[in-house]
C-alpha cells in the first residue's frame, strides 16, 4: 500500500467508526425515551426500564445494531491501515519509523502514531523501487526476435 491509500484507508475508517457510534448512541436514546417504560427499581433506588415490544423497540435495536456494524467495519479499516504503515514503513532503510509504528500501535497508541505516521513518515514504497532502478537500468536487453516471415522484395 503506497501512503496515500494508507492514509484514505484510515480517514475512512475513522469516519465509519465515529458514523456507526452516533447511529448507535441516536438508536439508544431513542429507545431509551420512546421504546419502554421506567418502572421503580426492586430495591427502592432508581428505576429500571422496561422495554415495550413493539415498532419503536425494535426499530432503534436494529439500528444499534447497524450502527455497530458499521462502528466495526471503520476499526477493522483503520486496523488495515496500521498494518499497510507496518508494510510500507518496513520497506525504509532506516527501520525506526517501523518499530515506532509497530510497537506503539500494540500498546494502545494507535491513534496518536497514526496521525504522527500519515503526518511526517517518509514513504516507503518509492524508496525500494528508487534503488532497485538502477540495477534493472544495467541489465542487458534482450535481443528482439526475429521475424519469422521475412519479407522478400
Known sequence: MTKGIITRTWIWGIIGMVAGLVVAGVATAIMLAYGGTYVSARSGNGYDFVPTPGGTFW?????????????????????VAWVGALVNSYQLQDKMWFLLTLLLGLIGFGLVVMIVYLIAAPEGYPEKARSAAPASANAPRPAPPEDPFPRTA
Do not use: R
Not at 444499534?64 to 486496523?79: H, K, M, Y
Open 59 to 79: 426499530s432503534t435495536v436494529v439500528l444499534i445494531c447497524v450502527g455497530g456494524l458499521i462502528a466495526l467495519s471503520g476499526i477493522i479499516a483503520q486496523f
